[in-house]
């Protein structure tokens, strides 16, 4: 049983995200509604039936890892130890001035839903066409979902907890789940948690249009990603990654950490439904949010704000919807809900890390971010999405929803810091 008593503090950010490559950029523009889908422009896209999507610009690995290591890993992972090293910094945290008995203490669970998908697709490619004995040496260990948080752990010698939950795109907050309550056992004063995807290549866009789950708005990537809109047409592909820092609150004292916010509760739950959409009542949404507010031991009128799951298609934003109304009864239409994937688009297993960053960072700032590009009012989605323009208002305690293929269901409760 965790240790109730036991409180846990958001002590550093990391962010590399479609509209921002620091968290400070990131955040800067979500405030002011910026989108960061555009036409692809990593590889040749004419064979797909999207040609866009949210990717990350002008990101260089070598500016965070050494160019031969950055070689040895699949993006993700560079995305990975950008902002785990960025959060590192922002924490005042300096491994290499750390005793080794501190190291033990140390955490990292990073995780990512797909892993090196793009290392596999050209592994692939390249045992067909030139022989198994042609498969780099370096395939599998660049493949694996796991080798993140292992290489960020092999990099600073941190020898606490090291691993990655896998849950499609809910995976960055069941790390942040998993983080949070290692802290609270006692297992861990610092863990370094959230999530990294690099899916924005031919076979991961064939992967999820096959699926009839991308929109197809080739003609105006911009407003492709448009939650709630009753023209939905499906999800925007993003990428990039997200580190959070969760500390036990008297080791953060005792160094005298900048504190972002308190993490306050964490809920969890299956749909028991279908494997890729959600339960059309939001059933397994409803349970997590519930469980949530039931381990933060807080009621429904202390939420101020949701950052949504909130992904633009059609059944999904529905079903969230309903289960938001279920849950908060009248209390649903006075606080605010959005959804940071109308900028972002979709960076599926790191989606939890961005969009908990956002929630935190709308407690420190007493903002709500917008949802974009909202037109067209849909009669089933009807609540303050706050859409096309931020919103002033106190967040005293935010919410943040991720929900996966396969049922997974998560929600994070953040809590604005007061001494």
Not at 187 to 200: F, H, K, P, Y
Not at 391 to 400: F, G, H, L, P
Request: a negative charge; glycine letters at 10%; one cysteine or more.
């Amino acid at each position: 049983m965790a240790n109730l008593k036991k409180r846990v503090v958001v002590t550093g950010l990391g962010a590399l995200t479609p509209i921002g490559l620091t968290v400070e950029k990131f955040w800067e523009n979500a405030v002011n509604g910026v989108s960061g889908a555009a036409t692809i422009k990593s590889f040749d896209c004419s064979r797909l039936d999207t040609k866009f999507a949210c990717e990350l610009k002008s990101f260089d690995a070598t500016n965070y890892i050494d160019k031969k290591a950055a070689r040895r890993l699949d993006p993700f992972s560079q995305y990975a130890m950008a902002v785990a090293k960025m959060a590192l910094a922002d924490a005042n945290l300096d491994p290499h001035a750390m005793p080794e008995s501190e190291k033990e203490s140390v955490g990292v669970l990073m995780g990512s839903g797909i892993g090196g998908i793009q290392t596999f697709y050209q592994q692939a490619a390249i045992c067909k066409e030139q022989g198994p004995n042609r498969v780099s040496p370096f395939f599998i260990p660049m493949l694996i979902p796991d080798i993140a948080p292992g290489q960020i752990s092999i990099e600073f010698g941190f020898k606490g907890p090291n691993y990655c939950a896998v849950s499609a795109c809910a995976t960055a907050n069941n790390n942040i789940i998993d983080s949070y309550l290692l802290i609270k056992e006692g297992m861990a004063n610092i863990i370094l948690t959230g999530g990294s995807e690099a899916s924005v290549c031919e076979i991961g866009m064939a992967g999820f249009n096959s699926a009839r789950a991308l929109s197809t708005r080739n003609d105006s990537p911009e407003t492709a990603s448009r939650p709630f809109d009753s023209t939905r047409d499906g999800f925007v592909m993003g990428e990039g990654g997200g580190c959070i820092i969760l500390e036990d609150y008297e080791h953060a004292l005792k160094r005298g950490a900048k504190i972002y916010a308190e993490m306050i509760g964490v809920g969890l739950s299956a749909d028991a439904y279908h494997i890729t959409a959600p339960d059309p009542n939001g059933v397994g949404a409803r349970l997590a949010m519930q469980r949530a507010l039931g381990s933060a031991q807080i009621v429904i009128t202390d939420i101020d704000y949701i950052n949504m799951h909130g992904t633009s298609t059609g059944l999904g934003d529905i079903a969230e919807t309903k289960a938001i109304k279920n849950v908060f009864g009248d209390h649903a239409y006075k606080m605010n809900v959005s959804s940071t994937k109308s900028m972002t688009g979709h960076l599926l297993g790191a989606a939890g890390a961005v969009e908990a960053i956002a929630s935190i960072l709308a407690t420190r700032d007493s903002i709500v971010p917008p949802t974009i590009n909202f037109v067209n009012p849909d009669s089933e989605c009807d609540l303050n999405y706050t859409f096309n323009t931020a919103q002033k208002r106190d967040v005293n305690i935010a919410m943040s929803n991720a929900f996966g293929f396969g049922g997974h269901n998560t929600s994070v409760v953040f809590k604005k810091w007061s001494e």
